[in-house]
């Protein structure tokens, strides 16, 4: 990910202000807060210590912040230093001893080339529970009253310029998605559809009467229809922007450098939710089919979106760049001549007369690996980068980028699945080098090794997609069977199995 970000990065100033933040739920603590009771969650790994001795507080937390790994890695303080270790790029997995993650989940993960001091990937899987918080009558739900939901979280997050923000959001997300839900409890298990309001308490004054919460002639002689998997969308989009609020607020006091990129799975009541805010991808392994399950959030996929912004709103240019796209940099001496361009409204190119304004720097450049925006950064969603300025200037990045994912739904009702049937999760490091029908032969490859129920035979699939994806030490660097470079990126990467034992069933 550190590719996709400028060295100018490194020379962030402090931001001007912090967007205006929702009211905070009591159930969401700040960055420093211990977890909850329910569900339980370990204390993530402990920071590798050089030697002993005092440190300052500062010191103290960008240190924990950077060493730390998923707790579900079980790793020592020795397997710390292992897994931080640029030279041997040891891959990590959970140990085969004790609990395995849900759905015997296979994760892997290894450390960058010497791009970055540590590993900016984070990663989270948890099984969590949701209690209701009302009733659909406003009524509060008693303790006897029906039944609240589980749902499985995976989430892989990328850091960029450090490793704070997806080192929070590894621990933060999943909790503001519950917060979502708690409304939804009563109503996504209610075949009914969903209620057009929410009173907030019985007989309150414009609170909807319960006659009016349902069906269609409620407000207008038509209504628009809404389903449960739409509410459930919904609700992971608003943690996407509840968690980038969070870390607006809390970026100076607990050292949360940098954004990350999040590639999240919930899986509820029997439909996988694939969201993704940045260049991670999921892909649908299902009997030799690829179905995609995301896509890359770039300069260049987002740059319709990017332009317009800049088009509508000038001053978040600041004098500096053009919302218009040129094949190349203008130069002075063609003022006058006519040159290639697009703007927002164009998927094509035409001519047109170059005038002054357009000698400035292009607010989308580059393209494939090198399309930057601002000159700056490689991605457009994800999580964070509020102190992100262009280089050698005050001018604000953080408009352009958007918190919101991409969500896609996957019902795992509709088919029959074998236990060969996977849904893999990869950090860019993966799929740089790695192309879809190239996991998906790793998949049949790995997979006809094992007995279809070795629970083990999913790590041993991620293991092997890192594996292949890393290469081996040669010539001075990192190398591929076919003697192209490998992923010299923090590679992560999950392995959901989607039919066989110890699966959603």
């Not at 899987?125 to 406003?138: A, L, P, Q």
């Not at 001496?333 to 164009?346: A, F, P, T």
């Not at 849904?423 to 790995?446: F, N, Y």
């Not at 997609?465 to 003697?483: E, I, Q």
Request: glycine fraction near 10%; hydrophobic fraction near 35%.
């Amino acid at each position: 990910m550190l590719s996709r970000v400028r060295s100018a990065v490194a020379h962030l100033v402090s931001s001007g202000g912090a967007p205006p933040s929702r009211p905070k739920s009591p159930d969401l603590p700040n960055a420093t807060s211990a977890p909850p009771a329910a569900p339980p969650q370990a204390p993530r790994s402990p920071p590798a210590r050089a030697g002993s001795g005092g440190a300052a507080p500062a010191r103290t937390v960008e240190a924990r912040a950077s060493f730390s790994r998923p707790t579900f890695l079980q790793l020592s303080p020795g397997g710390l230093r292992r897994a931080d270790d640029h030279a041997g790029r040891a891959v990590q997995s959970p140990p085969d001893t004790g609990r395995r993650l849900p759905w015997s989940t296979g994760y892997a993960e290894v450390i960058n080339a010497g791009k970055s001091r540590h590993n900016e990937d984070q990663a989270c899987c948890e099984v969590v529970y949701v209690e209701g918080r009302r009733s659909v009558s406003g009524a509060p739900r008693e303790p006897s009253q029906g039944q609240g939901l589980c749902f499985y979280y995976w989430g892989l997050f990328d850091g960029h310029a450090g490793g704070g923000a997806a080192e929070m959001a590894s621990r933060l997300l999943h909790r503001h998605i519950r917060e979502q839900l708690k409304d939804l409890v009563e109503i996504l298990q209610d075949p009914l559809p969903p209620p057009l309001c929410l009173p907030s308490t019985p007989g309150t004054p414009g609170s909807c009467d319960s006659s009016q919460l349902v069906g269609p002639q409620s407000c207008w002689s038509s209504q628009k229809e809404v389903t449960h998997e739409s509410l459930v969308v919904g609700a992971i989009e608003n943690a996407f922007q509840l968690m980038d609020e969070q870390m607006a607020r809390e970026r100076r006091g607990h050292q949360v450098e940098g954004g990350c990129c999040a590639l999240v799975v919930v899986y509820l009541l029997g439909k996988v939710y694939v969201a993704n805010a940045g260049d991670s991808r999921a892909i649908i392994v299902r009997n030799g089919e690829i179905i995609p399950m995301s896509r890359e959030f770039t300069p260049e996929t987002e740059r319709q979106r990017l332009q317009l912004l800049g088009f509508l709103k000038p001053e978040l240019l600041g004098g500096e760049f053009t919302h218009l796209e040129f094949p190349r940099r203008v130069q002075p001496k063609e003022l006058g001549q006519r040159m290639l361009y697009r703007d927002q409204n164009m998927t094509g190119w035409a001519y047109k007369k170059i005038e002054l304004e357009d000698l400035r720097f292009p607010l989308v450049c580059g393209e494939g690996k090198k399309a930057r925006v601002m000159a700056t950064i490689g991605v457009t969603r994800g999580l964070g980068d509020h102190n992100l300025r262009v280089c050698s200037s005050t001018l604000p990045i953080k408009p352009f980028l958007s918190c919101f994912p991409e969500v896609r739904v996957y019902d795992l009702t509709q088919y029959e699945h074998c236990p060969d049937d996977v849904l893999v999760l990869g950090t860019d490091g993966l799929w740089d080098v790695t192309s879809d029908c190239e996991v998906a032969a790793t998949v049949d490859r790995v997979l006809s090794a094992y007995e279809p129920n070795d629970p083990s035979r999913y790590t041993a699939l991620a293991q092997a997609l890192v594996l292949g994806a890393r290469g081996t030490p040669r010539d001075r660097g990192w190398r591929l069977p076919n003697n192209k470079l490998g992923s010299g990126d923090d590679i992560s990467v999950f392995v959901i199995p989607l039919g066989g034992p110890g699966s959603y069933s």
